[in-house]
């Protein structure tokens, strides 16, 4: 009692009750300093998400800048003739632009370079041993070519003997090997040619054929929009999201033949990978056999292959980049599978 009472008692007291003090004033501003990261976290995240992207929660399908579902399933065979020796010609016409705008996702307006108009170009389909012939017209201003992919001459490797605005070219070659194989301007910066847009499928067929399937072509791409060398958007061609919103369909127990290409610029991967099933994989198309039974793969810039499977069971399936970065801006799209 003479303690509390004393001088002493009460200097300890009133420590005790600064200490308590300081400390509720801590913890308060601790949360306080929680509460004020957690907002700003999700303030970075919608800075980063609107305008860039389609919002996958508003957008109802309406037409863009181009059409994923007339470019999935459309072979381009070109103007069909026989030589007197038996060989089939195939005779192309590529015209390449790089003035235009496209809407790429609602609202986003992007200068696109384009082969007939378009990106991916149209998807070019000839058979192994054809002779092909594909007249390349640059209505660009800039310089462009088209290098194919497959074997050929080096003067018709369309590298060397850069198209110049206004200008003509005519590749020349016969077709081969057998695969899924692409083509893309090759003028340099390259990187910028190549991720503006100017790309496409070239397809060869082998002589024999392939087992009759579904078959489709992805192009998996992208876009820099505000040309820092990183992607803001990824998609299976071109437009992000588009087949969340329009799925594919396709039949039960019925073969599926994707011809997927990777032409991402920036990012040194991509990859693909299958719901609620596993397919063959045949690197490049080239060979009868499957390298691999799985439900991803992992490509490198140009890389691509033939994916196979059918499904048992129907209903909703995703497919999706597994680099989860790439499906949250837009490359993710959906199979239903129907029974029928
Ligand atoms: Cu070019």
Redesign the pocket.
Known sequence: MTFLNSLGGKILFGLIGLFVLSFIIVSFSTNQDAAETQTLITNVKTIQTTGDIIDPTNYSGEPLGFDPDSYLRNFNYGRVSQLSDGTTLREFTLI?EDEGTMEISPGLFFNV?TYNGTSPGPTIRVTEGDLVKVKFINNGE????VHFHGTHEAEMDGVFESVGSGGEFTYEFVAGPAGVHLYH?H?APVEE?ISRG?YGAFIVDPKEGREPADEMVMILNGFDTDFDAENNLYAVNTIPFYHMYKPIEISLNKLVRLYVINILEFDSINNFHLHGNLFNYYPAGTQSEPSSFTDMVTLSQGDRGIIEFEYEYPGKYLFHAHKVEFSEKGWVGTFLVKDE
């Open positions: 390449a370079w800039k310089s462009h070519t301007c003028v040619h100017l």
